[in-house]
């Protein structure tokens, strides 16, 4: 599987960004996908997850309220809408996929999944 993110860029405190990620290749519509960020000089930590037939989302609570997952399997898009943005909202964002088949259970952690895209900069001016 194949995954390409995209749609960061520079946005003011308060402004919205929708991320994308695309699938290629696998079968998209057995996976959960997740969203993970990584700020300079911090671990890599999970944003929100959903899982292979969207009707289970999941959010950190640092997001909760503001950023909405959602996919579209027929196209083997995901999406991450953020409203709200606030300056500790910058870090390369990865979208990510779980290959478990089916799985009952949205991951929340990165060693749960098993793809992983190449990431998009999102940078929240003060």
């Known amino acids: 599987v194949q995954l390409q993110a995209f749609g960061g860029g520079l946005v003011q405190t308060g402004g919205s960004l929708r991320l994308s990620c695309a699938a290629s290749?696998?079968?998209?519509?057995?996976?959960?996908m997740g969203w993970f960020r990584q700020a300079p000089g911090k671990d890599r930590e999970f944003v929100a997850a959903?899982?292979?037939?969207?009707?289970?989302?999941v959010y950190t609570d640092s997001v909760k309220g503001r950023v909405t997952i959602s996919r579209d399997n027929a196209k083997k898009t995901v999406a991450l809408q953020m409203n709200s943005l606030k300056p500790e909202d910058t870090a390369v964002y990865y979208c990510?996929?779980?290959?478990?088949?089916?799985?009952?259970?949205?991951?929340?952690?990165?060693?749960?999944?098993?793809?992983w895209g190449q990431g998009t900069l999102v940078t929240v001016s003060q």
């Open positions: 990510a996929a779980d290959n478990t088949k089916y799985s009952t259970r949205v991951g929340v952690s990165s060693y749960e999944y098993d793809y």
């Open positions: 290749g696998g079968t998209f519509t057995i996976y959960d």
């Open positions: 959903i899982n292979w037939s969207g009707g289970s989302t």
